[in-house]
């Protein structure tokens, strides 16, 4: 029997009007995923007139998106637009070297794939 295997987890610290995202997902992401991440980022940025978020995405686990969590993620990429800075992408399978490319049609932000976790923390300090 395969199992498998879902998992997210969500950090979210700030200096400021300044936020770092951080983000771990595992398996493939659902429209019961984005219930809790929309919230907690809609929280954590109400109140703040212009905030910049830099952002970390650990898809080193990711298997994919179901149809309605991609709707999902399209929505919340063009909510908090022109909020993101920076979205460094830490991913070693071949498909995730396009997220970059595709996200950058609906946020504003620089967005880069990294097979290096160091690397990927490099670029979001500079």
Known sequence: MKVIRHGLSIGI?????????????????????????????????????????????????LEGWELRAAWDDLKLGLKHNKEFKKIA???????????????????????KHFEDKGEAFSWLKE
Do not use: C
């Open 89 to 111: 992408i830490l991913g070693h399978k071949k498909w995730q070297e396009y997220l970059p490319k595709i996200a950058s049609w609906f946020i504003s932000g620089e967005m």
């Open 13 to 61: 610290n700030r200096i400021d009007d300044d936020f770092f995202l951080s983000i771990k997902v595992a398996g493939k992401l659902t429209h019961e995923d984005y219930k809790i991440i929309t919230p907690m980022i809609d929280a954590a940025l109400e109140g703040v007139d212009e905030p910049t978020i830099n952002a970390f995405v650990d898809a080193t686990q």
